[in-house]
């Protein structure tokens, strides 16, 4: 498809498990990001990639967290340990390309749920 | 340090009506202040964006008001229909957009039939 794909869509894991979300951006968009959704507490930065450039990784939570970004395009966020505070909608987002206008375009966003 | 903040957290308001939702921010080197619509089970999408060098932008039932010196930007829904009942976020960014972006808390808007 032509959109930012994300998966799974859904997973629900037991604390202390580690756990992968996948995206897939759109062809051609050179920036990536990862937000966190918690019910009431909005859209939280989590790392952003550009390019071939180091990732800005100031909104990673804990050291249990890391992303990375394989041929500068799917990305991988990785939460290890996983706590129940952890719980949340994962969302990852593209934007570039010729056309750069400064818009994000979210993916339908991974629900994880940490019993 | 919340750089963008958001009001009213939720907001009901009847089909026909006017909904406004408002934000603030503190960094003045913001320069591109978008706002994005979410319905349940699906990721944000962009609504409409301003940069500060106009003080209003309108795209159909949806208009930006931007007033640089309070720093300060709204959306408002003219004519709200139950189809726009979804979460609104603002945002802003630096570089014209290039930069991420900072996302308010988001208002949840219900438009009541």
């Known amino acids: 498809g032509a959109g930012v794909s994300q998966s799974p869509s859904n997973k629900v894991t037991e604390k202390g498990k580690d756990v992968e979300l996948r995206c897939d951006p759109i062809s051609g968009h050179t920036a990536l990001y990862w937000y966190r959704q918690s019910l009431g507490q909005g859209l939280e930065f989590l790392i952003y990639?550009?390019?071939?450039?180091?990732?800005?990784k100031s909104g990673l939570p804990s050291d249990r967290f890391s992303a990375e970004r394989t041929g500068g395009s799917v990305s991988t966020l990785t939460i290890q340990r996983t706590q129940q505070e952890d719980s949340a909608v994962y969302l990852c987002?593209?934007?570039?390309?010729?056309?750069?206008?400064?818009?994000?375009?979210f993916g339908e966003g991974s629900r994880l749920t940490v019993l | 340090q919340q750089q963008v903040k958001q009001s009213p957290q939720s907001l009901i308001v009847q089909k026909g009506g006017i909904s406004i939702i408002n934000c603030a921010y503190e960094n003045t080197a913001f320069d591109y202040f978008p706002w994005y619509q979410q319905f349940p089970g699906k990721g944000p999408a962009l609504l409409i964006a301003?940069?500060?060098?106009?003080s209003e932008k309108k795209e159909g039932r949806f208009t930006i008001s931007f007033n640089k010196s309070a720093k300060q930007f709204s959306l408002h829904i003219m004519d709200s229909q139950p189809g726009d009942s979804a979460t609104y976020f603002c945002a802003a960014s630096k570089g014209g957009g290039a930069d991420g972006l900072t996302f308010g808390k988001g208002t949840h808007l219900i438009i009541q039939p």
């Open positions: 987002a593209s934007r570039g390309g010729r056309t750069n206008t400064g818009e994000l375009f």
């Open positions: 990639f550009q390019g071939n450039s180091a990732p800005d």
């Open positions: 301003i940069r500060p060098d106009v």
